[in-house]
């Protein structure tokens, strides 16, 4: 029998390194929870040897993290992009701790996507350990608050990008191990509508519903919705009145909108038709602020590229690696819109995203790692 000290990818020291990371609870809107698991895999990066900045939070979020390999110099490389925080709130551990049952792992965040974070620092760290090298240098960029739509860090992220050949995003991979070459824009609006009060009773006549102008508006938003151009538009928040007086003809209302579409020049389109709503009522009136929260994420040449190099790459450990769109986004939107070739859902395979039954495949860590490291190595 023969052996060896040399160090090997141990799915279950991965395991245990993600449980790590989700038993820091993270949720986004919550800066310093954030910032105790900053405090932790900032120790861990500087304990392999990076670089570590942490660019500090402002508006009541977290600190990013940005860790550079000691190697390769200053020049463009590849940014791994992840985001530390959850949509969790602070005791979900205490209702749903981290479980095991069978091949699924079940745990606040762990699927969306301290897994996939982890996986990259593992397969980073399994180099480390063996002494190795990569021909890029390598920077990793976590963030504190994708999951509300990178209000402050953006600016971080496209600076970040912009000094890179190729960003891989650990977000979560889909069935079957599939990545993401390309996602939907996404439109975020708020609709606010005046109307006129009156008695309900005595003079509803003299009354201009708000809450009637925006039911109108809602079905002229919701009728935007064209499945066969990939446009989704949702009025997912909707108010009005005063609660306790509907004795009152309510003379406010207001809805949150989000739309999703596939390119830039449907999505322009959508800005327009949504920031150009008008009253469809009598003695009304709307007004309407928003835009685009993340550009889309397009299948560029770059991304195609990446992809195919990606691909290879999981043909040679004997994985398959395929490809499939999404309608939500991610912070990989922001750098494919720079042209950077980018190449998401690289985390763990699972499912149940924000959900109660968000969980990870113990069997998808292993060749992850493999894939990371493959990719760590060969792109050039």
């Not at 009773?201 to 809450?211: C, D, L, M, P, Q």
């Not at 390119?263 to 959508?270: K, P, Q, T, V, Y």
């Not at 043909?315 to 819109?337: H, I, R």
């Not at 998401?344 to 959900?355: I, N, S």
Request: proline share 6%.
């Amino acid at each position: 029998m023969t052996l060896s000290n040399a160090p090997r990818i141990d799915a279950q020291e991965i395991l245990a390194g993600i449980k790590e990371w989700v038993e820091v609870e993270s949720p986004s809107t919550d800066g310093a929870a954030v910032n105790r698991l900053v405090d932790k895999v900032a120790v861990q990066l500087a304990q392999i040897g990076a670089r570590v900045e942490r660019v500090p939070g402002r508006d009541g979020f977290g600190d990013h993290i940005r860790a550079r390999s000691p190697w390769g110099g200053d020049g463009p490389g590849i940014v791994v992009l992840g985001h530390l925080d959850t949509v969790w709130p602070n005791g979900t551990l205490r209702r749903r701790p981290v479980t095991v049952e069978g091949d699924k792992v079940f745990g606040p965040g762990i699927y969306d996507m301290k897994s996939g974070d982890h996986i990259a620092f593992y397969a980073y760290r399994h180099l480390v350990r063996q002494g190795r090298e990569t021909k890029l240098p390598v920077t990793f960029l976590f963030v504190s608050e994708e999951e509300v739509g990178s209000p402050t860090s953006r600016a971080l992220i496209e600076e970040t990008a912009r000094n890179a050949k190729y960003v891989l995003v650990m977000e979560p991979g889909r069935p079957g191990g599939a990545v993401v070459t390309s996602r939907k824009a996404v439109g975020r609006f708020d609709l606010r509508v005046r109307g006129v009060s009156a008695h309900a009773g005595a003079a509803h006549e003299n009354g201009r519903s708000a809450v009637a102008e925006l039911a109108r508006q809602i079905l002229a938003l919701e009728a935007m919705t064209d499945y066969a151009r990939g446009i989704t538009v949702n009025v997912g928040v909707a108010s009005g009145g005063t609660p306790g007086f509907a004795n009152v003809v309510p003379d406010q209302a207001a809805a949150e909108i989000d739309f999703r579409a596939p390119d830039l020049a449907s999505s322009d389109e959508m800005v327009r038709r949504i920031s150009g709503l008008a009253p469809l009522g009598k003695d009304v009136s709307v007004e309407v602020s928003g835009g685009i929260n993340r550009p889309p994420f397009e299948k560029h040449e770059g991304v195609t590229r990446l992809y195919e190099h990606a691909k290879r790459c999981a043909e040679e450990l004997g994985q398959e690696l395929p490809e499939v769109s999404t309608g939500g986004g991610s912070d990989g939107n922001f750098t494919a819109a720079l042209g950077v070739p980018t190449l998401d859902g690289l985390g763990a395979v699972g499912a149940g995203a924000h959900a109660e039954h968000e969980h990870i495949l113990v069997s998808s860590l292993e060749p992850r790692v493999r894939l990371m490291v493959k990719l760590f190595e060969t792109l050039e």
